[in-house]
């Protein structure tokens, strides 16, 4: 088996993220996690005539106190489809597995493969699945279970001897995977131009009010340009003066 030959750039300057495919499937913990770390790059894909599709492990039934998970569970997955909407995405998907206790095993591997091999993607997104943001801000279990799930999986879908039940159920292998990209990584490699996108991409993050109201005392359109702003500014000088949303990029 020969390795993967992936492009490099100067010391701590980002490169481009590849533009030769036509289908992702970006696979997150929890609703309001790619508006969190992507959408300005998703929404510019779409743009381009792309296709995305999400899943979600969890509805993030357990991320708001105040809020029973009974009845937060349809509430934030309501706010994620109208989010999703704001980028172009259509299809959201959720696994339902139990939001704040995700465990990184065979069974969560397997709903990422079953997922990979029913949408056929060529890139693969998800979020840090590493155990911190970088320095000594923690990282959660749920994001670190899945993103790991996620890196695993996309090798999962291709083989036919894993999870010979999925081929069962009539979800033939894929091994068309070519990228999984890790967005929120402390360790960027590439990244994408978040100009075109970043004003769809601070709507569809407030679409996420429930949740948002409840994180900050801060106006909710103040609170999410700031934020989503800031990040991709912050990336501009490691990417040719250019605002940018970062991912580090795994060649398969």
């Keep these: 088996m020969t390795e993967p030959k992936i492009q490099t750039a100067a010391p701590d300057q980002l490169l481009p993220m590849p533009e030769d495919w036509q289908r992702a499937l970006a696979v997150v913990a929890h609703p309001d996690d790619l508006e969190y770390g992507c959408s300005a790059a998703i929404a510019g894909w779409t743009d381009g005539g792309r296709q995305v599709t999400y899943v979600l492990a969890t509805r993030g039934e357990a991320g708001i106190d105040t809020l029973e998970p009974a009845k937060c569970a349809p509430l934030r997955e309501q706010e994620q489809r109208a989010s999703a909407a704001v980028v172009g995405v259509d299809t959201v998907e959720f696994l339902d597995h139990k939001d704040g206790v995700i465990e990184y095993g065979t ?10 091999r029913r949408h056929r993607p060529e890139l693969v997104i998800t979020l840090n699945h590493r155990d911190t943001w970088g320095g000594v801000a923690w990282n959660t279990p749920d994001h670190v279970a899945v993103g790991r799930a996620t890196l695993d999986a996309a090798a999962d879908a291709g083989n036919r001897w894993i999870f010979p ?32 996108g970043i004003e769809r991409a601070v709507h569809s993050l407030l679409e996420h009010r429930t949740y948002i109201e409840v994180l900050t005392d801060e106006d909710p359109e103040t609170y999410c340009r700031s934020f ?25």
């Design 228 to 252: 989503l702003t800031g990040n991709v500014e912050a990336m501009a000088e490691r990417f040719g003066g250019t605002p940018a949303v970062p991912f580090e990029l795994f060649s398969r």
């Design 165 to 196: 039940e999925l081929t069962e159920q009539g979800l033939e292998p894929w091994n068309g995977v070519r990228w999984v990209a890790v967005a929120g990584s402390s360790s960027p490699t590439h990244a994408v131009d978040a100009t075109p």
């Design 107 to 116: 069974a969560l591997r397997r709903d990422i493969a079953a997922a990979i």
